[in-house]
């Protein structure tokens, strides 16, 4: 057992100098600094702790307030008649476009789930009603509205459907509501002063009277009109005034500026149908022809 501590005896204590006090003094003065730091280096440490304990629980919570909020937006996705379609609101960039016939067609999509909708489906039902769509575009505004874009195939041309047993004269356009589409769908729309310049097309010999939306014409066939039209104006300067197109027959008439008509047909090249033309007008004065000029056959060019 240790014995409490005693002063040494005076003829033991060996006399302290002042440079020894100031050294003692600084020593204490180290001491209690770096005590004081250590104090504070514990303090520091364990708020420290404290902290990160109460940051890894913070975390926890957050971690299960997320995934519970993920869970209930699914599960609102899921089950919830709130994301279902109640409103299908139709955009359209013509005036032709039958906004009610649009909403006749997506009946069936009402009441769907918004969320498991493909966008194609919406697509392709329009693309098998609707004949002269070009262009359809689907957006889901959630929680319940379908938002749906349609573009339709611009007008080609002023359709003139003509009885089949009719005499063909040339007659003034009148009041003309029937068009063609560029891909040879037949529509009815009124006529806007922008489509007043459209040019015309008599359509005759045709089997059944044609319905709006029906397909009159080929695609190949209007671009061979397209084609003839170019030909005659770049290689010869001829103008256009209207086009006549037999739809059993596959052959079409040009009129001219001049009053005369050009007879073609699709059986045989158009070059070598051009190529018959430009041979005709080195041996015949244009001058000498009233009515037409037949390129259809191939041996010969035979004109009235």
């Keep these: 057992m240790l014995e ?6 005076k003829r033991f204590r060996r006399p302290v100098t002042k440079e020894t006090k100031n050294l003692l003094r600084r020593k204490h003065k180290k001491q209690k600094k770096q005590h004081w730091k250590d104090v504070w280096h514990r303090i520091a440490r364990r708020n420290q702790r404290i902290f990160r304990g109460m940051w890894k629980s913070l975390a926890w919570w957050l971690a299960i307030f997320f995934v519970g909020l993920l869970m209930l ?46 966008s194609y489906e919406v697509s392709m039902l329009l693309f098998d009603s609707i004949q002269d769509v070009k262009n359809v575009k689907v957006y ?8 749906v874009n ?13 009885d089949p047993d009719e005499e063909l004269v040339k007659i003034g356009t009148g009041a003309i509501v029937d ?16 489509e007043k310049a459209l040019p015309l097309i008599r359509l005759v010999d045709w089997g059944v009277r044609p319905i709006e939306g029906d397909k009159m014409v080929n ?13 005659l104006s770049e290689q010869f300067g001829h103008s256009i005034e209207t086009r006549t197109i037999f739809l059993r027959a596959q052959e079409y008439h040009l009129s001219l500026d001049n009053g005369l008509d050009l007879w073609f047909d699709t059986r045989s090249k158009l070059e070598d149908q051009l190529l018959r033309y430009r041979t ?25």
């Design 140 to 147: 889901k505004n959630y929680p319940s509205q379908l938002l």
């Design 73 to 118: 937006g699914i599960g609102l996705v899921t089950f919830s008649p709130l994301v279902k379609i109640r409103e299908v609101r139709i955009q359209r960039s013509n005036a032709r476009l039958d906004i009610e016939e649009v909403q006749r067609v997506l009946t069936p999509f009402f009441g769907r789930h918004l969320f498991f909708l493909p």
């Design 280 to 304: 005709f007008l080195r041996s015949i004065d244009l001058e000498s022809v009233e009515d037409y000029i037949d390129l259809r056959l191939s041996d010969r060019v035979v004109y009235k």
């Design 179 to 194: 068009f063609l589409t560029d891909q040879g769908v037949y529509v009815v729309a009124q006529l806007q002063e922008k």
């Design 219 to 231: 695609l190949d066939f209007l671009v061979r009109v397209r084609d003839t039209e170019r030909s």
């Design 150 to 162: 349609i573009e339709l195939d611009p007008l080609y041309a002023r359709l003139n459907i003509l």
């Design 4 to 9: 409490k501590a005693r002063r040494l005896p």
